[in-house]
């Protein structure tokens, strides 16, 4: 697919490593909740056997976190989620579907516990501030919300823990999958979370100063290459292959949590209250239809800038591809797919057509092994 020019504006905005990343030769942006994502530095194949291998560094800014402090936050922010947190703990992130009244998937960002009376929401791509504010003000609840002045770097890779550890020291690799901890560095405090957009292991660091953040950035490339450090961006065919969902990509408001596999974070016993309770409640009696499935197909590329049609053997309709890549392991196109249930079988065979070609492919799980 062709690429074109992002125009930058107040609209869509820069991070402050945008800089940074364009000195280290960035070749394509995204936008994701109205900022810029990088997508690639080198090309995807040789960032993905990277990624694999050693360690990067990604800009990752675009999670923005949406802070929800006061009396009643906890009960804003379980109302937002299918998820029980009534057992919360501080020092944790969760992650939160986020529901409509019917249902649909909203977000599924990861939850941070700060402390007792206050959350941050770190969120995918649509809107969350506006959702949060539209319910605290229709149920007159006593918080505070607004967009965190926080930005992220993910550090991702096998090497990610040996580099943080030269970094922040030791302590590091005490940090558990899904916990977050405060680490120095410059006499600086950094919130820094065991968590990413990627299979391969890492951390986010989430900073809140802007100069402390350059240093910080600047630092990890003074000391990086003894562990072949690089620039990076979440990888597509990884993240695929990991199944790692992408909201906007994979799922939206018309998926349920049900449809997308998301079973065992949504929590229906009477004692919790959140949106669309009642609407899943009736979902999950009466079954789901179909289901978010990966496939493997026979294919180097496939563009998947708007859904494909998926067919039988037959030419019967039976599913929606939603993201693909080329995967270098797997040496063919690995994807994403919206299923009718009928139709969820290991290495169930259909067809899509492709530049007025039919090409094959079989369903498989995810993660795809």
């Known amino acids: 697919m062709k690429n074109f020019y992002i125009s930058k504006s107040r609209r869509v905005r820069s991070t402050p490593f945008t800089k940074r990343i364009e000195e280290q030769g960035v ?12 997508t690639t530095f080198s090309n995807v194949d040789e960032e993905y056997l990277h990624l694999k291998k050693d360690v990067q560094l990604w800009d990752v800014s675009v999670q923005r976190e949406i802070e929800i402090s006061g009396k009643d936050a906890h009960q804003l922010v379980q109302l937002m989620t299918c998820r029980d947190l009534s ?54 609840l006593d918080v505070d919300i607004f967009e965190a002045k926080v930005d992220t770097l993910a550090i991702q890779g096998p090497k990610s823990t040996k580099l943080m550890e030269k970094v922040f020291g030791k ?25 990413g957009f990627s299979k391969q292991g890492g951390f986010e660091i989430h900073t809140d100063e802007i100069k402390a953040a350059l240093e910080l950035y600047d ?6 290459n003894e562990f072949n450090l690089k ?33 065992k974070y949504v929590d229906l016993n009477d004692d919790i209250v959140f949106f669309g309770k009642e609407s899943l409640k009736n979902i ?19 563009d998947v800038s708007k859904g494909i049609i998926m067919k039988d053997l037959k030419n019967k309709q039976i599913g929606q591809l939603r993201s693909a890549a080329f995967s270098p ?30 090409i094959s492919g079989e369903i498989c799980n995810l993660p795809i092994v």
């Open 171 to 195: 302590d590091i690799n005490n940090l558990k999958f899904f916990k977050f901890d405060f680490f120095n560095f410059n006499n600086k405090k950094f919130l820094i979370s065991r968590s």
């Open 87 to 140: 057992k919360s703990k501080v020092g944790n992130c969760y992650y939160a579907p986020l529901v409509d009244i019917n249902g649909g998937i909203i977000n599924d960002p990861l939850i941070y516990k700060l402390d007792e009376n206050r959350w941050r929401v770190c969120i995918a791509d649509s809107d969350v501030l506006l959702f949060a504010k539209g319910i605290s003000s229709a149920k007159n």
């Open 219 to 224: 630092y990890f490339f003074k000391i990086g």
């Open 284 to 302: 999950k009696k009466k079954g789901i239809t179909r289901k978010l499935m990966g496939v493997k197909i026979d294919a180097k590329s496939v």
């Open 27 to 38: 070749k394509s942006y995204t936008v994701y909740n109205h900022m810029l994502l990088p």
């Open 329 to 358: 392991k797997f040496n063919k196109v690995v994807g994403i797919a919206m299923v009718k249930k009928d139709f969820c079988n290991i290495s169930e065979k259909f067809k899509i057509e492709l530049n007025n070609n039919s």
């Open 231 to 263: 620039p990076g961006t979440p990888n597509h065919p990884e993240r695929i292959e990991g199944g790692l969902l992408s909201y906007g990509n994979d799922m939206d408001l018309s998926d349920n949590p049900f449809e997308c596999g998301f079973d």
